[in-house]
């Protein structure tokens, strides 16, 4: 059974940093694609940004400079560090194994988290 459980999520000011960590059980996690995605208040659920098994990272353009995408395999985790953030950056982020496809496609992956608040106060 695929589980993927965040953390780190918070209230911090504009201009703060958090990482959020995401765990992951039931995949052969060298070899798995993951990605993290966000849905803020009213709006649908958005690419934030994915690293492939070999270690390629992609952005969505408003976060590329100021969030980076890592993994630790020995510990199955995938991670976003995430600085400078912004009022707009509050949402619910989730954690999502890849399955086929475009990696800034929602339908892409077949797995979730339960997500993790981050809410940026200005």
């Known amino acids: 059974q695929v589980q993927l459980v965040e953390s780190g999520g918070g209230l911090v000011q504009a201009g703060d940093s958090l990482r959020l960590s995401c765990a992951a059980s039931?995949?052969?996690?060298?070899?798995?694609?993951m990605g993290w995605f966000r849905q803020a208040p009213g709006k649908e659920r958005e690419f934030v940004s994915a690293?492939?098994?070999?270690?390629?990272?992609y952005y969505t353009n408003s976060v590329k400079v100021r969030f980076t995408i890592s993994r630790d395999n020995a510990k199955n985790t995938v991670y976003l560090q995430m600085n400078s953030l912004k009022p707009e950056d509050t949402a619910v982020y989730y954690c999502?194994?890849?399955?086929?496809?475009?990696?800034?496609?929602?339908?892409?992956?077949?797995?979730w988290g339960q997500g993790t608040q981050v809410t940026v106060s200005s």
């Open positions: 690293i492939a098994w070999a270690g390629n990272t």
């Open positions: 039931g995949v052969t996690f060298r070899t798995q694609t």
């Open positions: 999502a194994a890849f399955t086929s496809g475009a990696y800034n496609s929602i339908k892409s992956y077949n797995y």
